[in-house]
């Protein structure tokens, strides 16, 4: 007779195979590992997840629409702009910089050339946990706190002068995580830049002046 598929079982998978693949790695962490840490059999993974490709990226969403959620709150009913800008920057810069993260982008990024992993990553993953910050910037130019423009735009020009070099500084080893002072430096700037482009006072940028 079957197992019953609870709530419980899949949260402890997950979490099972996201310290196998921070431990191992993509490549060499099976499915037989994660069953033997977990003290169950393969079939009952399976059960679950219909491969380890599945499972990372349920790994992935856990973990990303988690900490999206969280970055995101603690700004919530924050009435200064520049304030609640900092602490979403800041804590995404936090977050993004540290080990975790970094990991994770590495293994879907080794595997993307050879399934669709990575733009699945970005279409259901990452680009959800964006749409947040999305609504956030629509209810901002709606009260006039930033001037009315694509909030998709919005927020990808926010991303993007947060992420900088960083990210792939990152990556690459050059710096060892998330330094608080760089990323201090980095919010504060990212914030005036952003606040300049979309000041409400200031009008659309037609003339790329």
């Not at 970055?71 to 009435?79: C, Q, V």
């Not at 990152?170 to 990212?190: H, Q």
Request: hydrophobic residues 40%; charged residues 30%; contains cysteine.
């Amino acid at each position: 007779m079957a197992r019953k598929k609870t709530e419980s079982r899949r949260t402890a998978i997950i979490a099972a195979a996201a310290e196998a693949f921070l431990e191992f790695g993509y490549d060499k962490t099976s499915m037989s590992l994660i069953a033997e840490r977990l003290g169950g059999s393969k079939a009952t993974l399976y059960s679950y997840f219909k491969s380890k490709e599945e499972l990372l990226l349920a790994v992935l969403d856990n973990e990303i629409d988690t900490n999206a959620a969280a970055i995101l709150g603690t700004a919530m009913g924050e009435p200064d702009t520049r304030k609640a800008l900092s602490i979403v920057g800041t804590g995404y810069l936090m977050q993004r910089l540290s080990m975790r993260p970094t990991r994770y982008f590495r293994m879907v990024s080794g595997q993307s050339g050879e399934s669709d992993i990575g733009q699945h990553f970005w279409n259901n993953i990452l680009k959800p946990a964006w749409m947040l910050m999305c609504t956030k910037m629509q209810e901002y130019m709606d009260e006039g706190r930033l001037r009315r423009a694509d909030p998709w735009m919005a927020s990808m020009h926010f991303k993007g002068l947060l992420e900088a070099d960083l990210v792939e500084r990152r990556l690459l080893g050059d710096i060892r995580g998330p330094e608080a002072e760089l990323v201090k430096d980095r919010v504060t700037n990212a914030v005036e830049v952003f606040l300049d482009y979309y000041d409400p006072q200031k009008g659309p940028r037609l003339d790329g002046n």
